[in-house]
């Protein structure tokens, strides 16, 4: 394959056809399932898969079939064929994964910026989805536009772009079940909705995420608030008994999770990788985040901070029922107090097995014999990547020089994507990259998003590179 015909295609096909077009794709409302209840009726679903769809048929790849699937009371999937070139049919089937659907605007977005307006600015193209995760469709295209004209072999390749990742993704495994046998045998999984490591030199692959469970835990301690002067000492206060159940979760001096359902043991390969990431940046961690003055983090050592955010169980607190604001609130002894419970678990625990010991947890023994209810479940499993194959880690070592600057690295993340555990398990046997254009600090989830022009375009030229050595593994 001519490696320099590679780079001139990519960056002409972004600067010509990608950017028009994933610009027009900023500005469709594509809101997530969750975010938008009447998602049917208003059809920005279906119009971001249409535009993609369109975009595609215009592109130079030969014996391309597109077609959107949609069952009846779920989000469309666009499905794309694209035939392999010569031997390579032998190498199976790659799939390339994204999603199409977009978190809502959430908040005030800078000045001349706005989620559903497309802004290219210093090399950043600004707007809701373009990072995560519009740019997945046309980059994939891209690289097999690239590679086919480069003189490159690829299997072949199908690409699903769903519309419900930001959703927990709830219809993929449907589609993925009606596809199976016209995916035929799978040998690589790409995921594009990956990345997001510390630099733009260098290619991040997504090794592992930690799983969620979400809960909503209630202790009602009477029947109607009561005057606190007169029931205090004798009725105790629905959140001093919240406060013991959080602790048979959470040690409240360390942070460590008590329940051992949702922890899971630490590989070395993952250890070294955080001993690697903590040496090429060391005290940069916790200076990513806006921690007021005087403030410490969890660890002074950065290695068991990355471990801290990536495999171990934490609990955070994200919500509150029962509590009046403080300016309101009076002397009342309240009957009951709800919090929304936000557990990361470790990415090789058994989720269900987690949300089990934690109902045990909090309803067994209540204190004082108080009402404890939990529900409004939300789990998702974590997922841990298997060790790239020979082929596979020679492709990536390669990139060093040839693409990036710098070698590529493994990068753990304390955050989940369902999607990537469902796909591990449906296909147990592929090899997987799971990698994309995130950077850490693209604004993915919150205003001013932006997707890196200059750094999607490496990732484009690398993404080629791997499916050339893919096919090329059968050639004789």
Not at 59 to 87: C, K, M, N, Y
Not at 140 to 159: M, P
Not at 425 to 433: E, I, S, V
């Amino acid at each position: 394959m001519d490696m320099q015909a590679v780079r001139a295609v990519v960056a002409e096909m972004w600067d010509s056809h990608v950017l028009p077009s994933l610009s027009r794709f900023i500005e469709i409302p594509a809101v997530s399932p969750s975010f938008d209840s009447s998602w049917a009726e208003a059809g920005h679903l279906r119009a971001g898969v249409d535009h993609v769809a369109d975009w595609i048929r215009s592109r130079d790849l030969p014996g391309t079939h597109i077609e959107v699937v949609q069952f009846e009371a779920r989000s469309p999937l666009l499905l794309v064929e694209v035939p392999g070139t010569g031997e390579a049919e032998r190498s199976g089937s790659v799939l390339l994964y994204g999603h199409l659907d977009k978190q809502p605007p959430l908040g005030d977005w800078s000045e001349g910026l706005g989620p559903w307006t497309p802004v290219l600015r210093d090399g950043r193209l600004y707007g809701r989805g373009v990072v995560d995760d519009g740019y997945s469709g046309y980059l994939a295209v891209t690289a097999l536009e690239a590679l086919r004209a480069a003189g490159g072999s690829h299997a072949r390749a199908f690409l699903l772009l769903e519309t419900g990742e930001e959703s927990g993704s709830p219809d993929l495994p449907v589609y993925l079940t009606h596809l199976s046998e016209r995916l035929g045998d799978v040998s690589l999984v790409i995921c594009l909705d990956a990345g997001g490591g510390s630099d733009y030199e260098r290619l991040w692959l997504t090794t592992s995420l930690r799983g969620l469970l979400k809960a909503t835990v209630t202790v009602t301690v009477l029947e109607t608030p009561t005057h606190s002067g007169l029931a205090s000492g004798i009725v105790p206060s629905s959140f001093r008994i919240m406060r013991q159940l959080l602790d048979r979760i959470e040690d409240p001096a360390t942070g460590e999770i008590r329940i051992p359902e949702m922890h899971g043991p630490i590989p070395s390969e993952r250890r070294e990788d955080a001993e690697v990431a903590a040496a090429e940046a060391p005290g940069t961690l916790a200076r990513q985040y806006p921690i007021v003055p005087g403030m410490r983090p969890t660890s002074d050592n950065d290695v068991e901070l990355i471990l801290n955010n990536t495999w171990r169980p934490t609990l955070s607190v994200t919500g509150a029922a029962g509590l009046p604001d403080v300016k309101e609130a009076g002397d009342v002894l309240r009957s009951s107090t709800s919090l929304r419970l936000s557990i990361r678990t470790a990415p090789t625990a058994d989720v269900e097995a987690a949300r089990a010991a934690l109902d045990k947890a909090l309803t067994t023994n209540a204190p004082h014999g108080a009402h404890v209810q939990v529900g409004d479940y939300v789990t998702g499993h974590g997922y841990s990547a298997p060790s790239p194959a020979p082929w596979l880690a020679d492709a990536l070592n390669a990139l060093e020089g040839a693409v990036f600057a710098k070698p590529y690295r493994r990068l753990a993340l304390g955050a989940g994507i369902p999607v990537m555990e469902l796909l591990g398990r449906t296909y147990p046997q592929a090899d997987f990259l799971s990698t994309g254009a995130l950077g850490a600090d693209n604004n993915v989830h919150v205003p001013d998003e932006w997707l890196h022009i200059g750094f999607a375009k490496k990732v484009t030229e690398a993404l080629a590179r791997v499916l050339d050595a893919h096919g090329r593994r059968f050639r004789t």
